[in-house]
């Protein structure tokens, strides 16, 4: 079946400007999780979707990020006025609820700051 | 809190020669562990995990791991390496606690394994 993907798979953007990144995940996966792969942070854990509970946000590291997941599927990660440092790859997971801990990786999209 | 620490950012090794990429982790709770792997611009794939049982993994290319919790260790071993398993590995861990299934993955910082002829 189809995997999870993310629109667009680059994205440059100018200092300040806002960007909307989006995850499509692999259908019935109840949750989906962003992280963020960057040189000098490694991997790191964004913001969690799970069904109706209300998201969990702590990994997010300043107010000008924020995400959305509507109708239990598609989400959005919207970055406000960004800058140099969000310059990142940006990965989307999704899983099934359970005692598998499994979560499948979207390709991430290339995000540049200029 | 957990961290996850990967000793060598690279290792450079001969095809068909054996490899060891290192991985030590620091908790306060047990984990379930995990190593994925990140081929050249595609996205992170699951290679192998432990979550109970044996504490010898094995994935169905070849590469093995070991559980050794008075170590606090998760290595990743594989007695031969061919050209295609360059790639980015990462070690990973949730932490066992109770929490509706949430699983947020704490990454290492990876190590690039380069595989040359």
């Known amino acids: 079946g189809a995997g999870v993907s993310q629109s667009p798979s680059n994205k440059v953007t100018e200092k300040g400007k806002d960007v909307e990144l989006r995850c499509d995940p692999i259908?019935?996966?109840?949750?989906l999780y962003w992280y963020r792969q960057s040189l000098g942070q490694g991997l790191e854990f964004l913001i969690y979707?799970?069904?109706?509970?209300?998201?969990?946000k702590s990994g997010l590291p300043s107010d000008r990020f924020s995400a959305e997941r509507t109708g239990g599927s598609v989400s959005t990660l919207t970055i406000q006025r960004t800058q140099q440092e969000d310059s990142a790859v940006y990965l989307c997971a999704s899983s099934l609820l359970g005692l598998s801990y499994e979560q499948y990786f979207g390709p991430g999209t290339r995000l540049t700051v200029t | 809190a957990q961290s996850v620490t990967q000793l060598d950012s690279q290792v450079p090794v001969f095809e068909e020669a054996p490899v060891e990429l290192r991985c030590n982790y620091s908790?306060?709770?047990?984990?379930?562990l995990f190593w994925y792997v990140q081929y050249p611009n595609q996205g992170l794939q699951l290679l192998l995990k432990?979550?109970?049982?044996?504490?010898l993994v094995e994935s169905i290319n070849g590469f093995e791991a070991e559980f050794n919790k008075s170590q606090t260790s998760f290595h990743l071993r594989k007695p031969s390496v061919h050209i295609s398993d360059t790639a980015e590995y990462f070690c990973?861990?949730?932490?066992?606690?109770?929490?509706?299934?949430?699983?947020?993955?704490?990454f290492g910082a990876g190590t690039r394994l380069a595989v040359h002829p």
């Open positions: 990973a861990v949730i932490p066992r606690v109770f929490s509706g299934g949430y699983n947020k993955l704490i």
């Open positions: 979707f799970q069904g109706n509970s209300a998201p969990d």
């Open positions: 908790s306060s709770v047990s984990v379930y």
């Open positions: 259908s019935g996966h109840t949750a």
């Open positions: 432990y979550l109970s049982g044996s504490t």
